[in-house]
């Protein structure tokens, strides 16, 4: 069997979960004795081969993909990396809305239109979590049976992280830790930089810093705290971020929602303990083994900080998320929806 994958042009640009999402896919299908070949939009493709694709994210980077393929009756399926706080019925009544205005202006578009068509052209839908799944066949009205739940997952070589490395650089340990971008809303690092004013240990972000206002008002008031280290991006590959998981106490991720943070696996499978959003499906993953605070609370963050810190660690996480969540299993998952949908 032959899958090519394929996602939004700017996915290597970004370098966040979704291109580490496709990376890791890749690799693990390709162990499974899969031939996976990465879109190439300036490669001949020749729609008499046996074509197979599988789209990550389904949004308006990845609109015209869909339709194309389907206009060439190449099938797919699709991952669609999609969440929202609105409730199924808040998405029907969107929709619908969309669909009546655009009977007098046919151009008016909304992103959850765009998202239910991308999933009612693919021949499958691989939602990360229940609750994304959920939004999807309850708010887009796609049949269930064509929803198949696949994990996003994590690298076995997180648990071996030598923390010493980013001990000996830095000189920190037993440290708070959080890692992503910085700046974007939905990551809401400058409330866990609030939180952290009122927890007297030292904590380290590290991420890139998004341009705006809201990335350099983060980096303003992690300037203002002392115990707050900010560390410029590092590569998913690098040492010293396997480093920082496995030299930190606590992972902090504290988001508007996450489905579930790739991050947040990483640093659990390295022992670290886990403080995260409820919303966005975490709770398929981190079940009663992790910290869950109000993203919009400042005081509910802080405190879920604090409980974590006042824990002991074991590993019970660690091991739930070895079993569960590594990408060779989520690669096993998604090669079966391959060989139900693509015979």
Known sequence: M????????????????????????????????????????????????????????????????????????IP?????IFFTRHSPSAIRTTIAATNWVRKIKPAVW???????????????VLPNTTDEGRLISEGMNIESKKIHIVPNGVEARFEHGDPSLFKKKYGMENFILNVGHI???????????????????????????????????????????????????????????????AACDVFALPSMFETPGIAALEAGLAGAKIVITPFGGTKDYFETMA????PYDIASISNGIQSALNKKKNSVLQHHIKKE????????????????VFA
């Open 291 to 294: 910290e869950y605070v109000d």
């Open 325 to 340: 969540f590594l990408w060779n299993k989520v690669a096993e998952k998604t090669l079966s929806v391959y060989n139900q």
């Open 183 to 245: 700046g974007p809303k939905r990551k809401n690092v400058l409330n866990l930089i609030r939180a952290l004013k009122q927890i007297d240990h030292p904590s380290v972000i590290i991420g890139k810093v998004a341009e705006g206002t809201l990335g350099q008002q983060c980096v303003e008031e992690a300037k203002a705290n002392k115990n707050v280290l900010i560390i410029p991006g590092l590569e998913n590959n690098s040492e010293m971020l396997a480093s920082a998981y």
């Open 2 to 73: 032959k899958i090519i994958l394929a996602g939004y042009q700017p996915v290597s640009i970004i370098h966040g979960g979704p291109r580490v999402q496709i990376m890791q896919t890749k690799n693990e299908l390709e162990r499974l004795g899969v031939d996976v070949e990465l879109f190439d939009p300036w490669k001949h493709y020749s729609t008499t081969e046996k074509l197979r694709f599988h789209i990550f994210a389904a949004n308006i980077g990845t609109y015209h993909t869909a339709k194309i393929l389907d206009s060439y009756r």
């Open 110 to 124: 909304t992103g959850y239109e765009i998202t239910r068509e991308i999933c009612d052209l693919s021949a499958a």
């Open 76 to 80: 797919f399926v699709v991952s669609p």
